[in-house]
């Protein structure tokens, strides 16, 4: 499965193209919101979705059967930015089931800028 097409797809809110990446009975789990997507709702959740979006795949591991991919999400606005983290199960060489975690972009929090620790990753 070439990954970056699949991604490519879904940013794009391409339901026919993210079709033909998946077995006809995978599922996807949104964790942070505790739901569970059959194909077909997931589709429609990811193509209804408000907005335009791009990004790209900051990180990315292969191991079995499994691809891991972080993927820095941008509406193409600029005003949401977000990373999701995807536990992608592949069964011949289709996706069976998705587990993702979703988290917003933001500023640090005070109390973490008051301790005076950490410091930027990306400028």
């Known amino acids: 499965m070439d990954i970056h097409e699949f991604i490519k797809a879904v940013l794009g ?13 995978a599922s996807v789990n949104w964790h942070n919101t505790n739901e569970h997507f059959t194909l077909e709702e997931y589709i429609r959740a990811n193509c209804e979705y408000p907005g335009n979006w791009n990004g790209e795949i900051e990180r990315l ?15 193409t606005d600029s005003k949401i930015s ?15 089931c ?26």
């Open 61 to 75: 591991i292969k191991a079995q059967d499994t691809l891991v991919a972080a993927v820095h999400v941008r509406s």
């Open 82 to 96: 977000c990373h999701c983290t995807s536990f992608i199960q592949l069964i011949d060489d289709k996706i069976a």
């Open 13 to 25: 809110q391409d339901a026919e193209k993210m079709r033909t990446f998946f077995r006809s009975d």
């Open 98 to 123: 998705i587990d993702e975690y979703w988290g917003d972009d933001g500023d640090v929090p005070q109390w973490r800028k008051d301790k005076h620790i950490g410091t930027k990753i990306r400028p």
